[in-house]
T-cell receptor, first 113, second 110 residues
Framework: DGGITQSPKYLFRKEGQNVTLSCEQNLNHDAMYWYRQDPGQGLRLIYYSQIVNDFQKGDIAEGYSVSREKKESFPLTVTSAQKNPTAFYLCASRGEGQNYGYTFGSGTRLTVV | RKEVEQDPGPFNVPEGATVAFNCTYSNSASQSFFWYRQDCRKEPKLLMS???SGNEDGRFTAQLNRASQYISLLIRDSKLSDSATYLCVVGKAAGNKLTFGGGTRVLVKP
């Protein structure tokens, strides 16, 4: 079955550590996205990529970095510069055509300990 | 003004009743419209796309009003399992990023 896989499901980070969240898709979608969701809040865009080897900052990119070396993969690194990283992180991809919505992975819940 | 705005609710709905709520968007160039459903601590899942002529999927009906820049979702014969947060999602063009509203929480009670 085609879909998006995020790992790990739960991640604990110590102060000052960088951590990388994995996102892999086998839907053959060009566009991929990273969102952050805080409790009781909406989704905020961190980074997005519309094609391999290219990506753009979203609304809250500070303290995060991404790479897009392969079409299938769009990992997100939460750096020590991100002062409040505890959140639910969602990866999504989107097919071509305006009637296509996002397909989401099941998310990674990151907690700073 | 936010790009996509929703009444956060909660809408408390008796089982079997009908509930409807709207979402307004600010960008008149928007072309793609969707409703997503999100359960607590889960990822959002596509409920339905919203087409210009309006569309229905079982108990769910979505409408688009371009003149007033809003979309609506109506749920008939509400089930307990319809309890969730409903996210309004708007996009400007194919392949472009989508913008999410803050969500409307619906609680269906026996």
């Amino acid at each position: 079955d085609g879909g998006i896989t995020q790992s790990p499901k739960y991640l604990f980070r110590k102060e000052g550590q960088n951590v990388t969240l994995s996102c892999e898709q086998n839907l053959n979608h060009d566009a991929m996205y990273w969102y952050r969701q805080d409790p009781g809040q909406g989704l905020r865009l961190i980074y997005y990529s519309q094609i391999v080897n290219d990506f753009q900052k979203g609304d809250i990119a500070e303290g995060y970095s991404v790479s897009r070396e392969k079409k299938e993969s769009f990992p997100l690194t939460v750096t020590s510069a991100q002062k409040n990283p505890t959140a639910f992180y969602l990866c999504a991809s989107r097919g071509e055509g305006q009637n296509y919505g996002y397909t989401f992975g099941s998310g990674t819940r990151l907690t700073v300990v | 003004r936010k790009e996509v705005e929703q009444d956060p609710g909660p809408f408390n709905v008796p089982e079997g009743a009908t509930v409807a709520f709207n979402c307004t968007y600010s960008n008149s160039a928007s072309q793609s419209f969707f409703w997503y459903r999100q359960d607590c601590r889960k990822e959002p899942k596509l409920l339905m796309s919203v087409y210009s002529s309006g569309n229905e999927d079982g108990r769910f009906t979505a409408q688009l009003n371009r003149a007033s820049q809003y979309i609506s979702l109506l749920i008939r014969d509400s089930k307990l399992s319809d309890s969730a947060t409903y996210l309004c999602v708007v996009g400007k063009a194919a392949g472009n990023k989508l913008t999410f509203g803050g969500g409307t929480r619906v609680l269906v009670k026996p």
